[in-house]
């Protein structure tokens, strides 16, 4: 069983920054991509930004410049620096890994239960 385990969501005023964290725990063989996704009321879950095992990363077009994701290996913990947030950064932010896990080296790609990112004076 693979689980994902987010944090650091909240409340921030405009203008401000706050770092996600999740860590993936089970019987991992292998991360591979890792990233972020994120939700608003009424719309579509979008793409935040992803990082590869190689370090490859990749942003949504709304966030580059502002957002950094980053990866700790020996931890199994991806990392989202967010600056500068703005109100139409307001979602549910999800984390999203895929790799092997387990004695036979199953493939997974699960989700976490996402957390709420507010972004308001």
């Known amino acids: 069983q693979v689980q994902l385990v987010e944090s650091g969501g909240g409340l921030v005023q405009p203008g401000g920054s706050l770092r996600l964290s999740c860590t993936i725990s089970?019987?991992?063989?292998?991360?591979?991509?890792m990233g972020w996704y994120r939700q608003a009321p009424g719309k579509e879950r979008d793409l935040v930004a992803t990082?590869?095992?190689?370090?490859?990363?990749n942003y949504g077009e709304s966030v580059k410049g502002r957002f950094t994701i980053s990866r700790d290996n020996a931890k199994n913990t991806v990392y989202l620096q967010m600056n500068n947030l703005k109100p139409e950064d307001t979602a549910v932010y999800y984390c999203?890994?895929?790799?092997?896990?387990?004695?036979?080296?199953?493939?997974?790609?699960?989700w976490g239960q996402g957390t709420q990112v507010t972004v308001s004076s």
């Open positions: 999203n890994a895929n790799g092997e896990y387990g004695r036979r080296g199953s493939d997974f790609d699960s």
């Open positions: 990082i590869t095992n190689h370090g490859t990363t």
């Open positions: 089970g019987r991992i063989i292998r991360l591979n991509r």
